[in-house]
Nanobody, 115 residues
Framework: QVQLVESGGGLVQPGGSLRLSCAAS????????MGWHRQAPGKQRELVAT???????NYADSVKGRFTISRDDAKNTVYLQMNSLKPEDTAVYYC?????????WGQGTQVTVSS
């Protein structure tokens, strides 16, 4: 079994920055993909960014150039650095780990961008 614990969400003004973290524990194997999704009120959950075990990254068009995903395999942790935040970035952000055909989700962390 795999457990994911997110942290780093909060309230920030437009143009500000936040850094999300997601620590994985349990039966973690080397070849896995980690990433972030988000869900705004009344909307479907959407992909934000992913990173493979080889370091390849993928971003939603809406966050390209503003968000950066990274990982520390020694700590089984993935990060999402979010800069130039906009009100439309407001959502619950969920960490995702994919390995051996299984998807594991964190409990979510709220990010609110408002003045």
């Amino acid at each position: 079994q795999v457990q994911l614990v997110e942290s780093g969400g909060g309230l920030v003004q437009p143009g500000g920055s936040l850094r999300l973290s997601c620590a994985a524990s349990g039966s973690i194997f080397r070849a896995y993909v980690m990433g972030w999704h988000r869900q705004a009120p009344g909307k479907q959950r959407e992909l934000v960014a992913t990173i493979t075990s080889g370091g390849s990254t993928n971003y939603a068009d809406s966050v390209k150039g503003r968000f950066t995903i990274s990982r520390d395999d020694a700590k089984n942790t993935v990060y999402l650095q979010m800069n130039s935040l906009k009100p439309e970035d407001t959502a619950v952000y969920y960490c995702l780990l994919l390995q051996r055909g299984n998807n594991y989700w964190g409990q979510g962390t709220q990010v609110t961008v408002s003045s």
